[in-house]
C-alpha cells in the first residue's frame, strides 16, 4: 500500500512539476470542447435552395414562400431555366434544386395529383437525408394550408376532408439545440482519449528515458506498478470531467437532469478500461512516437464506432456487436442519457455491467503484457 | 543525380525499417473507409417506438399498425401511462411515441379534427427531426389511403451524386485527404525534425549537394507513399463500395498532387520552425491535421459553423482539396467548375513554399 | 578473505534469435569483493549483468545471486540488490530529497529510516543545500554520486554498476570509486562493468569479455604478469589480438 501511494505520490509530482502539462489538463480540454462543440454539429439550416418555376402561378409562388419562411431554406436561386437550376447543384451554389411543373396550380385545383421534383446534393448522408425531409414538410404544410383554406370553397364533405393534425413535442430539447445534444459526448471523449493517451506515452517516455529499468530492478511488484501508473491519470480523468462539466454547464449550458454521482461512478470503472488500453499499446510501442501512431489508429476507431456522431442502432449488427468492448461508447450513451434525460441507475445497468467485466479483463491482460524484463 | 537517389534510397529505408508506422499508415485509412463504408450509415430503419393509445378505438388500433407495418418504425413499447413514455426515453427502450387522445375515434369520424401527439426523443436533434417528418407523413397517408383526400402533391426526391444516402461517398474524399496531410505533412516534419535532434541535419548540410536537393531527397518517397495511399483509398472505394469516379483520372491525379505539394510546403515549413520531434508532432496535430479534420467540411457542414470558425476555413487548404475532389470524383465536372477553388489552393500553396524557402535559407545562414 | 561466494554463475548464456550475446560464461563473485567486467562495446557486458538483475531471462546454464536463483527468483533478488544502469535514471523531475524518497519507499523503508538514510547520504555526498533542488539541475557527476547513494539505500548485499562513470571527468570518477571502496568496506559486494581500463586497476578482480566469452579472470596483478604487460589497456589489447586471431 505505501509503494502505490509512493507512486502515485511521484506521478503526480512529476504532472504538476511540467510546465507543459498543466495547460493540457486544464485550458486546452476546454478550448477542445468549445471548439469541437461549436464545430462538430451536423445541425442543417441554410440549405441552399434553387426552385426552377415552370408553373408561374399563385401556388408555385405560395410554395416558393413557404419554403422561404421555414427556417431550413435559404433561396439562392429563382428561374425557369431548368440548366441554370441544375448547374447550382454542381458548383455547390445550393444543396437541393426544386422544380415546379407547368400546370401544377391547374392540376391541383382539379383535384388531381400533382407532383413536385425534388434534387438533393446527396454527398453529405446525412444533410442529404435532412433536406429532402425538411422539403418534405414544408410541402406537406403548404397541402394543409390549402386543404383548410380552399376545401370548403369546392365544397368538399368536410368531415371526410379534415386531415389529422399532428403535434409534435420533443422532449428533453424543446428547441432541438444541436450543442445539447454534442456537448456531452464529446466531453466523454475528450476525458476517454485524454487519459488514454497520457497513460500510452508517459509509460513510453519512462522507457525512453531508462527510469523504468531502474524501478524494474526494484522488488516493485506488477500489480504496485499498474496501479501506481492508473490512479493519478483516474484523478486526472475526474478532474477533466469535473471542469469539463463546468464548464459545459457555463458555456453551452446543458441540462443536468440526472445524479452526477452516477456520471462520476461510471466515468472511473469507465476510465479503468480506458487506462488499461492505454497502457496495453504502451507495452506494444517502442517510442512515443509510434505510441502518438498507434493510440490515434485506435482512437479514430473508437471515436467513428461510438455513437457520437451517427446511432449505433443505425449500424448493422454485427458492427454494433464490435461496440461493446468500446469504453467511448458506453461513455457517451451514459452521459447523454444521465444528463439529458435524467436516466437512473437501472436504465443504464447494462453499461455498468458491460464495463465492470471489461475494466478488470483489459487491465489484467495489462498486467499479464507488462514485463518487467527486457525482451 | 546519383547522389540524389542514394538520398532517396536512404530514407526508402528509414520508412520500411519502421513496420509498426508503416502498418499504421496503411492500416489506418484502409479501417476508416471499411468502417465509414460498412458500420456508419445515417438511414435509419425500423426505430423503436411507443404507442400510448388512449382512444382504443379501431381507428386508433389501425393508425398504430399502420406505423409498424411501414418497416420504418417497430413498436416495442405499450404505454398506459406518460410516466411509461418517461421510463422508456431514459432507458433508451424508445426514439419517439405516439401519443392519441381519447376523443380521438369520435373526432375522426365525425371530421371534427383529429389530433394526434408524436413525442420525440429531442436530446439527439437530427433523429428527432427524421423520425417526426416520417411520422408526420405517415399519418398523412394513413388518412389519405382512407380517403381521397385534394391538394395531393407528391414529391419525387432525388438523391443526386449519392441516391442511397452511403456515408463512404463522403468520407473517401475526408480520408484521403488526412492521409494526404498526415505523410505529406506530418511525417516530413517529423522526420526532418528527426535528422535536425540526432544532429545528422548538418552532416547532411556539409555535403556537396545543394541543400535544396536534400530536402527533396527527403521529401521524394513520401510523396510516392502518398501517392500509393491515395490510389489505395480510391480503389477500395470504387471495387468495395460502388463509388464512382466521374470525372477525368488525369485531372484527380493532378489534383492530388497539387494537394501532396501543399502538405509537403507545409511540413517543410514546421520543420524549419522547430526543433524537436515533440514539438514538430505538436504543432503539426495542432495546425494541420485538427484543422483539416473539423474544419474542411470533411465531416460536418461549414455553412453550420459560427462565423468565426467559417471564417478560419477559408484558410484551410483541405477545404478546397476536399470541395475540388468531391466535384471531380462524385459530381463529375471539370476542373473549369472548380476553378476557384482550385486557384485558391494553388496560391496557398505557392504561399507556403515561398515561406518554407525562405525560411530554410534563413536557417542555413 | 572468507570463502564465500555470492555470485555464482555457470555455463550462462543469452541468444538473441541466432545472435549469442554471452557464451556459456562462468565465475564466481566472494563477498565483499570488487569485481570488474571489462570489454570493448557489445562484447556482451551489459547483457551479462542484466541477466544477474533479473532483467533478463537467461536462455541456458545456472546463476544466483545472493543465495537465489536467476530462474525462479528473480523477484528475491530484487529485494537484496542494488543497481545502478548505464543511462542516467534517477527522475530529472523530483528533487534530490524526493528520488530518496521515492526509492526508499519501494525498497519498504520506513518513514524513519528514510528519513535518518536521507540526512546520513546527503551529508555524506555534501549536497545538504541542494536537498530540494531537481536532480535534473545537478551536474553529471553528482547525479552519478546520488544515483550510486540510492542504490545502496537499502543496505544490499551487491550492487550492480553499468558504466557508472561514463562521461563524467577524471576527478569525479576518482571520487566516485572511493565511494566503491567505502561500500566494499562495509561488506558490500560491487560488481561494476566498464570499458575505462585504468579504472580495472582498483577492482579486486577483473574478468576480459570477449565476443560473449570470459577471455581472462584475475587479479590485475596476475593479469599483466600472465600478460607481461605494464598495464591493463595492454592487456587488453593483447588479449582482443589473440582471441580474434584464433
Not at chain 1, 139 to 154: A, C, F, G
Not at chain 2, 254 to 275: D, E, M, P, Y
Not at chain 3, 64 to 81: C, L, M, N, P
Request: hydrophobic share 50%; proline share 4%.
Amino acid at each position: 500500500m505505501r509503494i502505490i501511494l509512493i507512486l502515485i505520490w511521484k506521478e503526480l509530482l512529476q504532472v504538476v512539476r511540467n510546465r507543459a502539462m498543466i495547460p493540457i489538463l486544464t485550458v486546452i480540454p476546454i478550448v477542445q470542447l468549445i471548439l469541437l462543440s461549436f464545430a462538430a454539429t451536423n445541425e442543417v439550416k441554410k440549405i441552399g435552395l434553387a426552385v426552377c418555376d415552370n408553373d408561374h402561378s399563385t401556388f408555385s409562388r405560395r410554395l416558393r414562400e413557404q419554403f422561404l419562411s421555414s427556417d431550413y431554406f435559404v433561396l439562392k436561386l429563382y428561374t425557369d431555366d431548368e440548366k441554370a437550376a441544375a448547374a447550382t447543384l454542381e458548383d455547390d451554389q445550393a444543396d437541393a434544386v426544386l422544380a415546379i411543373p407547368p400546370g401544377f396550380e391547374r392540376q391541383l385545383l382539379r383535384g388531381q395529383a400533382s407532383s413536385l421534383q425534388l434534387q438533393v446534393n446527396a454527398i453529405n448522408g446525412v444533410k442529404g437525408g435532412l433536406a429532402g425531409a425538411y422539403a418534405g414538410s414544408v410541402i406537406q404544410s403548404l397541402r394543409r394550408d390549402l386543404s383548410l383554406e380552399i376545401v370548403p370553397v369546392v365544397r368538399q364533405k368536410p368531415a371526410v376532408a379534415a386531415p389529422i393534425s399532428v403535434s409534435y413535442r420533443h422532449w428533453y430539447n424543446p428547441e432541438l439545440e444541436y450543442q445539447t445534444f454534442m456537448v456531452p459526448g464529446i466531453l466523454g471523449v475528450l476525458v476517454t482519449i485524454l487519459t488514454m493517451m497520457l497513460t500510452a506515452m508517459n509509460i513510453v517516455r519512462e522507457r525512453e528515458i531508462g527510469t523504468i529499468e531502474q524501478l524494474n530492478v526494484t522488488p516493485i511488484r506488477k500489480y504496485q506498478f499498474i496501479i501506481g501508473k492508473l490512479l493519478p491519470f483516474l484523478f486526472i480523468g475526474l478532474f477533466d470531467l469535473a471542469i469539463g462539466l463546468t464548464a459545459g454547464k457555463l458555456i453551452f449550458d446543458i441540462p443536468m437532469l440526472g445524479s452526477l454521482w452516477l456520471v462520476f461512478a461510471f466515468c472511473v470503472i469507465n476510465l479503468i478500461a480506458t487506462l488499461a488500453v492505454g497502457m496495453l499499446i504502451s507495452t506494444a510501442a517502442e517510442t512515443q512516437q509510434q505510441a502518438m501512431f498507434i493510440s490515434w489508429f485506435f482512437m479514430m476507431i473508437f471515436i467513428l464506432m461510438s455513437g457520437l456522431f451517427t446511432p449505433i442502432d443505425s449500424m448493422p449488427l454485427w458492427a454494433q456487436y464490435l461496440t461493446i468492448p468500446n469504453p467511448i461508447a458506453h461513455f457517451v450513451d451514459v452521459m447523454r442519457k444521465v444528463l439529458l434525460k435524467g436516466s437512473g441507475f437501472e436504465d443504464i445497468k447494462d453499461h455498468f455491467y458491460t464495463m465492470l467485466v471489461l475494466g478488470p479483463l483489459l487491465i489484467t491482460l495489462a498486467i499479464w503484457r507488462y514485463r518487467k524484463t527486457i525482451a | 543525380m546519383k547522389t540524389l537517389w542514394a538520398f532517396v534510397l536512404k530514407e526508402i529505408y528509414h520508412i520500411l525499417r519502421d513496420r509498426r508506422t508503416l502498418f499504421i499508415l496503411f492500416g489506418m485509412p484502409a479501417a476508416q473507409v471499411l468502417i465509414f463504408g460498412f458500420a456508419v450509415t445515417n438511414e435509419f430503419k425500423g426505430a423503436s417506438f411507443a404507442i400510448y393509445d388512449q382512444s382504443n378505438d379501431p381507428v386508433s388500433i389501425a393508425l398504430g399498425r399502420h406505423m409498424s407495418g411501414s418497416g420504418h418504425f417497430k413498436q416495442t413499447v405499450v404505454a398506459h401511462r406518460t410516466e411509461d413514455i418517461h421510463q422508456a426515453f431514459q432507458s433508451g427502450k424508445i426514439k419517439m411515441a405516439l401519443v392519441i387522445p381519447p376523443d380521438f375515434g369520435d373526432r375522426y369520424r365525425s371530421g371534427n379534427r383529429p389530433e394526434v401527439q408524436v413525442i420525440a426523443d429531442g436530446s439527439d436533434p437530427n433523429t428527432a427531426t427524421t423520425l417526426v417528418n416520417y411520422a408526420s407523413m405517415m399519418i398523412a397517408q394513413f388518412k389519405a389511403q382512407r380517403v381521397n383526400q385534394p391538394f395531393h402533391i407528391e414529391v419525387a426526391t432525388r438523391m443526386v451524386y449519392n441516391p442511397e444516402l452511403k456515408s463512404v461517398f463522403m468520407f473517401v474524399p475526408g480520408v484521403i485527404t488526412l492521409v494526404l496531410m498526415l505523410i505529406s505533412a506530418l511525417m516530413t516534419s517529423l522526420t526532418l525534425a528527426k535528422e535536425k535532434e540526432t544532429g545528422t541535419m548538418e552532416l547532411l548540410l556539409v555535403s556537396p549537394l545543394h541543400p535544396m536537393m536534400i530536402i527533396v531527397g527527403k521529401v521524394l518517397p513520401y510523396v510516392l507513399l502518398s501517392l500509393i495511399n491515395a490510389v489505395l483509398i480510391i480503389a477500395m472505394g470504387v471495387y468495395i463500395f460502388d463509388v464512382p469516379i466521374k470525372g477525368s483520372l488525369i485531372a484527380l491525379l493532378g489534383l492530388n498532387t497539387l494537394f501532396i505539394i501543399t502538405a509537403l510546403s507545409l511540413g517543410i515549413l514546421i520543420s524549419t520552425r522547430t526543433q524537436t520531434q515533440q514539438s514538430a508532432m505538436l504543432i503539426s496535430l495542432l495546425s494541420l491535421m485538427m484543422p483539416s479534420m473539423l474544419l474542411s467540411g470533411f465531416v460536418f457542414p461549414i455553412e453550420s459553423m459560427p462565423w468565426l470558425l467559417q471564417m478560419i476555413s477559408t484558410v484551410i487548404p483541405a477545404k478546397y482539396f476536399i470541395i475540388s475532389l468531391k466535384a471531380i470524383m462524385l459530381k463529375g465536372v471539370g476542373l473549369i467548375v472548380v476553378w476557384r477553388e482550385v486557384s485558391v489552393l494553388a496560391i496557398l500553396t505557392f504561399v507556403f513554399l515561398l515561406a518554407s524557402w525562405k525560411n530554410f535559407k534563413l536557417r542555413l545562414e | 578473505m572468507t570463502h564465500e561466494p555470492v555470485i555464482i554463475a555457470r555455463q550462462l548464456t543469452k541468444r538473441f534469435g541466432p545472435f549469442t550475446a554471452v557464451d556459456a560464461i562462468s565465475f564466481e563473485v566472494e563477498k565483499g569483493e570488487i569485481f570488474g567486467f571489462l570489454g570493448a562495446n557489445g562484447a556482451g557486458k551489459t547483457t551479462a549483468m542484466r541477466m544477474l538483475t533479473g532483467l533478463l531471462t537467461p536462455t541456458s546454464g545456472q546463476a544466483s545471486v545472493a543465495g537465489f536463483d536467476v530462474f525462479r527468483s528473480a523477484e528475491q533478488i530484487k529485494r537484496h540488490i542494488g543497481y545502478m544502469s548505464q543511462r542516467f535514471s534517477l527522475y530529472e523531475d523530483l528533487t534530490v530529497k524526493e528520488n530518496i524518497r521515492l526509492f526508499g519507499t519501494i525498497y519498504g523503508l520506513t518513514q524513519r529510516q528514510i528519513n535518518d538514510k536521507t540526512f546520513q547520504l546527503l551529508r555524506k555526498l555534501g549536497l545538504l543545500d541542494e536537498a530540494k533542488q531537481l536532480v535534473g539541475a545537478l551536474p553529471l557527476g553528482w547525479k552519478q554520486k546520488l544515483a550510486f547513494s540510492i542504490a545502496l539505500i537499502h543496505e544490499p548485499k551487491i550492487v550492480f554498476l553499468d558504466e557508472p562513470t561514463g562521461g563524467v571527468d577524471p576527478i569525479t570518477r576518482r571520487q566516485f570509486w572511493e565511494l566503491i571502496y567505502q561500500a566494499a568496506h562495509e561488506g558490500v559486494t560491487v560488481f561494476v562493468t566498464t570499458h575505462y581500463m585504468d579504472e580495472s586497476e582498483y577492482c579486486h578482480r577483473v574478468s576480459i569479455m570477449v565476443d560473449g566469452r570470459i577471455a581472462a579472470l584475475d587479479t590485475p596483478r596476475q593479469l599483466k604478469l600472465t600478460y607481461e604487460a605494464d598495464s591493463m589497456d595492454e592487456v587488453f589489447v593483447k588479449l582482443a589480438r589473440t582471441t580474434s586471431l584464433s
